[in-house]
């Protein structure tokens, strides 16, 4: 009995074990890794670049991040530095902190921040970088004033930041204090000058500066300088973190499929050998003990019938 017990309860934990990592196979998800393409407005060729001097107009394009029909919020795009690797919000990090960004007049936005909506988002009417689409991808046109910025923490205080020291480049992260690190993504902007031999395009440039950098300092003459981040709606809660984005369903049904079949023939072939167990202890069981012999009965002494003696 005791060996029937060992057996079912060995093939109970390989069934379970078995069974565990199926189904946590299945229910993980895959993440998308959001990744940013960054190129010069007009000039296709000039990748991951901006000029040091001039303000640099962009196309920033994103693929692989998570959209949320009628999510609250979106996704921020910001041009700015972070500091390491552990930066983003999902992480504990904060502005003015682990990272600094440009700011913008959100009155009187300039281009050096974008709100990318979630398709049907309450907040949509005030996206400037369009619509994060079902398939994780958004575009727009923002503006990147030089290799050093003013950044403006929590507080209002002023810090400079210049990029020739430090690496800046394209930040995103969840817009509306929805943190959500599916949607956190860096990508470093190099500096080299654009300009040179076409006067043309360096005055227009510096003239482009000069008229964002006096709508900034207006913005912070009337108090301090305002932001997409700081003077949005606030979140329905707290915090949100969203959850990872799901694999493709036409990925998951051959790897559901196989694992349904594979823990269906092992449960087949444990149920099987149970059965062989029990019925072979049953039939030991009611097999009696090989018979020993028998003693040799022993000769007794009958006495002489009186009768019959002479």
Known sequence: MNRIRTTLAAAGLALAAVLGSAVAGAAAPAQAAGSVSVV?????????????????????????????PNGFGGLYVFFGWVDGGAWAPSQGGATGSTYRYVYDDESNPVGYQLFVSFPGSSTEYAANGGELAADGTWSGTMKIPGSSFESYDRNGDVTPVDCLQVQCGIITIGAHGVVNPSNETFTPITFQDLYSGDAAAAAAAEAEKAAADAAAAQAAAGGSATSLETDAPAPVSTTIIAAPVAADDSALVPILLGTVGGVGLLAIAAIVFLVWAVLSSRKRA????????????????????PGKQA
């Open 40 to 68: 010069v407005a007009d000039r296709p060729e000039l990748v991951g670049v901006a000029d040091p001097n001039y303000l640099t107009e962009v196309t920033v394009s994103g693929s692989g991040f998570q959209s949320i």
């Open 286 to 305: 009611a097999t009696p003990a090989a018979a020993t012999p028998a003693a040799a009965p022993q000769a007794t002494t009958q006495p002489a019938d």
